[in-house]
């Protein structure tokens, strides 16, 4: 698996994850979710770079414009509901891509353990086109791996890109194990530990809860 650590770079995305994880910015629910956005769009405009384009021929008041556009069908997989705002984002660069969503949420089997579920999936057919399976936050890489093995009755993708916010060194490893070898995870921040709740640290938290309030467990 391919890792595009966008962190890496110096850009304007930086100073939206500095907000994403500013407890004094956190505070401001539809902030928090814009960066999110934002964060989704820097990642689709570069992932955008690596796809197969085309040139058609378009009419202009004043003639005719040839233009390179994508020529891939694009479906884009989120995983509820901390992902809504980051598959807006992508959405807004990839407007006619097709959508998939599902939820995967954490199983407390006590304090420290946790099983991933899988439930609900809506989903058009997978085969062939470029798979977006996206998500904010890749903490153990579990969520990643178990929704993918739910995706997989929907047909082969002929390519995988994931898409993440924040994640962990030990996240990326598993996942890598998981994934096919031509696989790309695009990043924008990776941090090196969890915690032994399996949280991201120092991270930013409950993306799904900051986005959208705090959830009864159950």
């Keep these: 698996m391919q890792v595009i650590n966008l962190g890496d770079q110096q850009s304007v995305l930086n100073k939206f994850i500095s907000e994403l994880r500013d407890v ?3 505070a401001d ?3 928090f979710r814009r960066n999110i956005e934002r964060v989704g769009e820097v990642l689709g405009y570069e992932l955008s770079k690596t796809l197969s ?10 003639g005719i414009a040839n233009c390179n556009i994508p020529k891939e069908d694009v479906v884009i997989c989120s ?41 609900y999936l809506a989903s058009p057919s997978l085969e062939n086109k470029t798979l977006i399976l996206a998500d904010p936050m890749l903490a153990t890489g579990r969520s990643f791996v178990n929704v993918y093995s739910a995706l997989k009755k929907m047909g082969t993708p002929k390519e995988i890109h994931l898409a993440s916010v924040i994640g962990s060194q030990q996240g990326i490893e ?35 809860d900051l986005a959208y309030g705090t959830k009864l467990q159950h």
């Design 24 to 26: 004094s910015v956190q």
């Design 29 to 31: 629910r539809m902030r």
């Design 53 to 62: 384009f085309h040139k058609v021929d378009i009419k202009t008041p004043l």
């Design 79 to 119: 995983i509820l509901r901390a992902g809504l705002p980051f598959h807006q984002g992508l959405l807004n660069y990839f407007d006619t891509a097709e959508n998939t969503f599902i939820s995967a949420y954490r199983h407390h089997t006590s304090e420290k353990e946790f099983e991933i579920k899988v439930e």
């Design 174 to 208: 598993y996942m890598s194990t998981h994934f096919p070898e031509n696989t790309k995870l695009w990043i924008a921040i990776v941090d090196k530990e969890l915690n032994d709740k399996g949280y991201i640290v120092p991270g930013l938290g409950d993306a799904g």
